[in-house]
Structures are given as structure tokens and as C-alpha cells.
């Protein structure tokens, strides 16, 4: 298959996602595949052009070393408001050269605008069309005042997609709620790679690297620093509590918006043997980092953003054997239960009183990271991928 992915992210800079797993995985089966991304962090450059020329990246591959992606950013006007304008008729010109050039035998839209284009284009064209989710996509526009103009898009693009894909049930409620159609919604779950990361690596190398202690208890987060992500609070709950659980630690991994405000709560309370920031790091050395963890930690605030998605770093902890903490999120508790491995508190405040109490049950922890082991094993990628790629073919098919 010769395969055309849009989506409104940076491909290069942002995950790995989903998409980033199924794409390589894709590839190295033979098929040929081309995205059109967008830089979406530019703002925080401190070097900004008042304008990009397009782009072509290739020979690119995100998780396995031998995947063969080429990845296309049309030029923009990095303007405030007028990059999206931009990004219109870059996009828009972009993939019909592709329609034209690489002759696509499907087209998946990962986005809102450019995939609201690409399905226009792909109808014209009488190209299959799949739109896939992975969030709610209009609640992550980061103007509010513009949510409402994003439902409209996203309504319209599930409603006339040849096959709608999502990553859990949750979500699948979501997308039907939105117009897409029952009987062309399909859950494809997201995976894990069970060889990469499982309970043998103990990230003993980190735990030297980083001056963690034998007895030291070690929390972990990892991901996007969203405002929303919950470890602001878990910090400021930390600080409460160093003086009297002195091996308590918080070990985050990634950037984002709340980063910057995470070491400047670092220097200014002093939490610097508490509070572990690394920063991004390589996507083959997390599995370090979990296996150098007692529990990982999802302390995602309830919002419209998290309430029906599921993030495939909860996949990751749990094929680790590590038990995890996570806020009473819709999605989450729908898609794994209440026995098998992860525990849940109302709010971000609450995780580090619930991480006490699991850690002076040794027994129960380890309990619970067998039983998140056990859930996740039938989501290796490649069966994922497996079933991705009937879902295409058929689509192509019908």
C-alpha cells in the first residue's frame, strides 16, 4: 500500500504516538508511506523566522531502527494566527501534489484542519479516507475561544470518513456522539512492545546515574508536561511530606509547558534530591527509566482533553511490571478495570498519600505490577499492527 498520514503535530519532535508505532512497523511490511506534519512548537523557538520554506525529511524512523518514513512540512507563516491560515493553503497545495505525485491508495487524517482537507481532497479523488483518533482533537487547539469552530470540523470529518479508528472504547463512545458512523468505527488499541520493555530491566544504571538509593522510593512520570498533566501538584504534595518520608522521590522524564515551573519549584523549596528532572530523553532509554521506578504515576487532571483517551505510556508502565497511580479518568477506568494493576485517586493531590500506602505493602506492589503485566500482554504492537493494516486493506477493498 502506498499510504499518506496528515496530522497537525510534529512528527519528528513530538511521541512516539500511535501513529509513530503503526507507521514504522507499516513500513517495514513493504509499504510506502509519506506524512505531512507541522511544526507545532515553533512559538517556543527563540530564533523565529517570520517564514518556513517546505520541507522533506527522509529515510526517517521513530521507534525501530530500520522503518523507512518520509516526513513533508509544508512552509508556513510562523505569525501567530496567521500560521494556521497558512498552514490552509500550504497543506491544502501539499496534498494534492502528493494525490497527484505519490498516488496514494489511502489517506489517514491524524489532525482537524489537514485532515478536514485531506478528506475533501481523497473524495474528489475518490481516494479511501480513515480518520483516526487518539484524542478528542478540538480540545487540544490551544485557543478556547476557537473549540467550538474545531467540533464543527471534527463532526464533519467523522461523519463522511470512509472508517473511523480509535484507541479505546471510551473514545469510540466519543467519536459516534460526533457523527461517525457504528457499523465504520473500529477500536484499535494502542500496543506495547512486550520484548522492550517488561520487568527484567531494572534501570539500575539510572538509579547510579541520578544518586537514587537502594531504599529510595521512586514515583514516576513521563510525557508531555501539559498545565493539566497533574505533576504540579504531586510536587507541591512532595514538599509537604520530604522531611518525613526523606527516600520519597519523583522522577519525571520529558518537556513541556509546566517544565520551566518545575525547576524553578525545584530551586526555590530546595527539593533537589526529590525532585528528578531529566528532561526528554531517548525513546530506547525509557525502558531504564521505568525499570528504575516502584510505581508510575498518570495524575492527569479530569478534563475534556483526558476523560476518553488512554495514553500509551500506561501500556509501557504496565508491560514493565510496575503498578500504577492514576486519577479517576473515564477512559482509563473503562479501559482497565479496577483489579489489574492500576489504583486510582480523585485528584493529582492525592497520589503521593496513596503511593505511602502501597509502599508499605511490598507484597501488594508487586502484586500489582504482575496483574498489569498479565492485562497488557495480548497488545504486543505487531498484532496491533497486524490488525491495522487488515482494517486498511479492507478499506481499500470496500
Known sequence: ??????????????GPHQQHHLGDRLSLKGHQIR???????????????????????????????E?????????????????????????RIEIGRQIEEFHPDIIIGFGILNAYLAMNLAKKNKIPFVYYLIDALHTLIPFKLLWPLGKIIEKQGLKRADRVIVINEKLKDYAIKMGAHPERTSVVRAGVDLDRFNSKVKGRKIRKE??????????????WLYDFSGVKEVTRTLMKIKDKHPDFKLLVVGEGDLYP??????????????????????????????????????????????????????YEYMASGKPVISTKLPGIIKEFGYDNGVEYVDDAGEVIDKAIILSENKKKLIE???????????????????????ILKNTINS
Open 35 to 65: 506524512v505531512i506534519d507541522y511544526e507545532i512548537s515553533w512559538r517556543q523557538q527563540e530564533d523565529k523566522e517570520l517564514y518556513t520554506r517546505k520541507q522533506v525529511f527522509k529515510h526517517i524512523s521513530k521507534v525501530l531502527e
Open 67 to 91: 522503518a523507512d518514513i518520509t516526513v513533508i512540512r509544508p512552509g508556513i507563516l510562523k505569525i501567530p494566527g496567521l500560521d494556521y491560515l497558512s498552514l490552509i493553503l500550504s497543506h
Open 1 to 14: 500500500m502506498r499510504i499518506l498520514l496528515v496530522q497537525e503535530s510534529d512528527w519528528l519532535a513530538r
Open 261 to 314: 515551573e518545575l525547576l524553578q519549584i525545584r530551586e526555590k523549596h530546595n527539593l533537589q534530591d526529590h525532585l528528578i528532572l531529566t528532561g526528554r530523553k531517548p525513546y530506547g532509554r525509557i525502558p531504564e527509566f521505568i525499570g528504575a521506578s516502584d510505581i508510575c504515576l498518570l495524575p492527569a487532571h479530569n478534563n475534556k482533553v483526558m476523560q476518553d483517551i488512554v495514553p500509551i505510556k500506561m
Open 368 to 390: 500489582g505490577g504482575s496483574k498489569a503485566r498479565k492485562f497488557v500482554e495480548k497488545y504486543d504492537w505487531d498484532n496491533v499492527a497486524d490488525e491495522f493494516e487488515t
Open 210 to 223: 541520578y544518586g537514587i538509593k537502594k531504599d529510595d522510593t521512586i514515583l514516576f512520570f513521563m510525557g
